[in-house]
Each structure stands twice: as C-alpha cells, then as structure tokens.
C-alpha cells in the first residue's frame, strides 16, 4: 500500500468518547487526504492537508478534526464520537502535480473500520 | 473540486466478456484518473489520462476521454473473475487541492 499504515485497523468505541485515528506515510508524499466510505455513498471527503500544518475541509467536516504536525502523520480526531460516524475510514496521500496542485494519483492506505454503539 | 459521476451504478457479466463503465464529470479538467477497490480494501489507481488525450491503455484496459462531452469511458476487455471490484473515475482540476470520488460502479463478473 505505497508505504501508507493506518491505525488503528479496527476500533468500537461508545458514542460521547473521542477518538483519534492515525495515518502514517513513509512516502514524503505533500497531499494527505482523510475519506469516509459508507454504502450507497462512495468515498466522501472529511478533511485534507496540503503541507505541515495546512489542512482545509472536505465535504463532510462537521464533527471531525485534524492535525498535521509533521509530513508523514495526519491524525484524524472525532471530538466525540456518535452512531452516524460508524464508518470505514481511509488515508490517502499524492503528490505535487506539475501545476502546483494534487492532481496526481492517489495512494490510498488500507482503511479503518469505526463502530461507533 | 469536481465529482465524477459514474453510470451504471452496477454491472453484471461473464467471464471473457467485456465492460464498460462511464463517467462524466462538470467542468473543465487537467486530467481523469480511474481507480479500483476491491471489498474491504483502499482504492487502486489504475490508469490516468490527460485532458489534450483522447484514448489510452494499459493491458486490458482502455480509458477514453471526450473533453467535449465532458465523458470518459473505461473498457475492460476480456474480463475475469478477479475484476470484480467497484470502479471510480476522479476528475482533476488543474491547481487544484482535492479530488470528490462518484458512488462509483460495481462490477461483478460471474465465472
């Protein structure tokens, strides 16, 4: 999976709690990407960063959080937790395109499964 | 940001037989990329074309691309059990910072 780990690989946590999870890369790859897939729905964006410290929203931001601190970690945090964030999370990475944006492939890492009760 | 909208949502085949999955997307693009994922896993890339080509391959896989239409196609020609998958286009803009994935086309081939 192009040097992409997630963890952890499966979490059930209990609504309220906070939950963090990681994304780690050994590419040194600029675009981190966090998505959540849910049947019927495809990949949704949550959140995604384009350099240390630079992040921006997606199209499902509400309740989620991220930081980036360094190039290869991008945590992903839910505050606290609820039943409609049960979900399968995937981490992706890209390069800088030739134009300055991420219009490059995506690697994906291979995925968190989240139960929320 | 543009989303790919991808049609069929699903596709049902036999083995040795061919596919066809469609995208279109909105606006102007610098590139379309197609991907796969099979159950459980994260998505693969499978193959890009650039916005000033019409047609491109990779084995058994043949992406076209209509700027026109604002469409692309991907034909997987000859197919096997082991393309069973989801498949989903992803339209890049050029300077652009994110890439919205469609719902995307399950394709189930039958042995």
């Known amino acids: 999976d192009a040097g992409i780990t997630q963890s952890p690989r499966h979490k059930v946590t209990e609504t309220g709690t906070p939950v963090t999870l990681r994304c780690h890369q050994t590419?040194?790859?600029?675009?981190m990407y966090w998505y959540r897939q849910d049947p019927g729905h495809g990949l949704r964006l949550i959140h995604y960063?384009?350099?240390?410290?630079?992040?921006d929203k997606g199209e499902v931001s509400d309740g989620y959080s991220v930081s980036r601190s360094k190039t290869e970690d991008f945590l992903l945090t839910l505050e606290s937790a609820t039943s409609s964030q049960t979900s399968v999370y995937f981490c992706?990475?890209?390069?800088?395109?030739?134009?300055?944006?991420?219009?490059?492939?995506?690697?994906f890492g291979p995925g968190t499964r989240l139960t929320v009760l | 940001s543009q989303q790919g909208e991808e049609d069929p949502q699903a596709l049902s085949i036999q083995e040795g037989e061919n596919a066809t999955m469609n995208c279109s997307y909105k606006t102007s693009i610098n590139n379309l990329q197609w991907y796969r994922q099979n159950s459980g896993r994260g998505l693969v890339h499978l193959i890009l074309i650039r916005s000033n080509e019409r047609e491109k391959h990779s084995g058994r896989l043949r992406v076209t691309l209509d700027t026109s239409k604002k469409s692309s196609s991907l034909l997987i020609t000859a197919s096997r059990a082991a393309d069973t998958a989801s498949y989903f286009c992803?339209?890049?803009?050029?300077?652009?910072?994110?890439?919205?994935f469609g719902a995307g086309t399950r394709l189930f081939v039958k042995a």
């Open positions: 992706a990475i890209s390069e800088l395109g030739v134009s300055g944006g991420a219009e490059n492939e995506q690697f």
């Open positions: 960063s384009y350099g240390v410290k630079d992040t």
């Open positions: 992803a339209p890049s803009v050029a300077g652009g910072f994110k890439t919205i």
């Open positions: 590419e040194n790859h600029r675009y």
